[in-house]
Each structure stands twice: as structure tokens, then as C-alpha cells.
């Protein structure tokens, strides 16, 4: 299984409405969140 290091950068898109328009999504979505690359520390910012 490939895992993800410790110094690598991963970057989710999400796809739908407003995809084209990316202006209008920086002005109404809040900003990316950093997280370590820590699977732990990813469930936790997933759990709100």
C-alpha cells in the first residue's frame, strides 16, 4: 500500500457546483486547512 510521508504536500479537490467560477468559491469557502501527514491527525480534523 503507497502511504503518504511525512514531507509530502497532498491536495483534495472537490468537485461540483461553482468549480468553474473560482473566484466566487475563495470569496464564499473558507480557507484550506494544514494538517501533519499523521493519520490521526487527519481523522481528528475530519471529526470537526
Not at 12 to 31: F, M, P, Q, S
Amino acid at each position: 500500500m503507497n502511504e503518504i510521508e511525512r514531507d509530502e504536500m497532498i491536495v483534495c479537490i472537490n468537485t461540483g457546483h461553482l468549480l468553474k467560477d473560482t473566484e466566487r468559491v475563495i470569496k464564499i469557502c473558507e480557507a484550506p486547512k494544514e494538517v501533519d501527514a499523521d493519520v490521526d491527525v487527519v481523522r481528528e480534523m475530519l471529526k470537526g
